[in-house]
């Protein structure tokens, strides 16, 4: 039940598009298409903008895709806006029921 | 429109124990599987346990079993998470969440301080 590896910041400008990986192991990344990210705002309950790899929940801009590659995940976010900036955790099925989060990602939008 | 509201937190002693309530609505609750995550104070998301529609399958993180049992009552649309021996590493926000693979709904959480 080891923590899923995210960089701790990235940052991007308005318009441009940024990029979180998150690297897990065959176990839990690797093993499964249960790969989701959420959004969290100071003081909001958490937001799902992906699941299942690469699909977006009904409300979640098509800015917002998920990809993944052996035991690593990506979220991209393009064309960059004021409201994206905050936390970012990915989170992945890891069998027997049991599920591993990233340690977030601070997205700054300069 | 599916609600998700968590009570029950507070200050406890180390040592000492809370029981966690989630009360569901908007949805049919008996057909999901639910989840609790936390968090800590400057860190990042923890998942906590989870269990089955029916309570029959339940799992729980390394540093909580036997200590937190996660239960359901699918008449009152309520999920539960009884804390026993509280330690100070337990502080957290704890959050309930619909679904097993990728919980799609959160509560906005209750907050529980461990400390003396």
């Known amino acids: 039940q080891s923590a899923l590896t995210q960089p701790r910041s990235v940052s991007g400008s308005p318009g441009q598009s940024v990029t979180i990986s998150c690297t897990g192991t065959s176990s839990d990344v690797g093993g499964y298409n249960y790969v989701s990210w959420y959004q969290l705002h100071p003081g909001q309950a958490p937001k799902l903008v992906i699941y299942d790899v690469n699909t977006r929940p009904s409300g979640v801009p098509d800015r917002f895709s998920g990809s993944k590659s052996d035991n690593t995940a990506s979220l991209t976010i393009s064309g960059l806006q004021a409201e994206d900036e905050g936390d970012y955790y990915c989170c992945s099925y890891a069998g027997h029921y049991t599920l591993v989060f990233g340690g977030g990602t601070k997205l700054t939008v300069l | 429109e599916v609600q998700l509201v968590e009570s029950g937190g507070g200050l406890v002693q180390p040592g000492g124990s809370l029981r966690l309530s989630c009360a569901a609505s908007?949805?049919?609750?008996?057909?999901?599987?639910m989840t609790w995550v936390r968090q800590a104070p400057g860190k990042g998301l923890e998942w906590v346990a989870n269990?089955?529609?029916?309570?029959?399958?339940?799992s729980y993180l390394d540093s909580v079993k036997g200590r937190f049992t996660i239960s359901r009552d699918n008449a009152k649309n309520s999920l539960f998470l009884q804390m026993n021996s509280l330690r100070a590493e337990d502080t957290a926000m704890y959050y309930c969440a619909r679904g097993l693979f990728s919980p799609n709904s959160w509560g906005q959480g209750t907050r529980v301080t461990v400390s003396s």
């Open positions: 908007g949805f049919t609750f008996s057909t999901y599987w």
């Open positions: 269990i089955n529609q029916d309570g029959s399958e339940k």
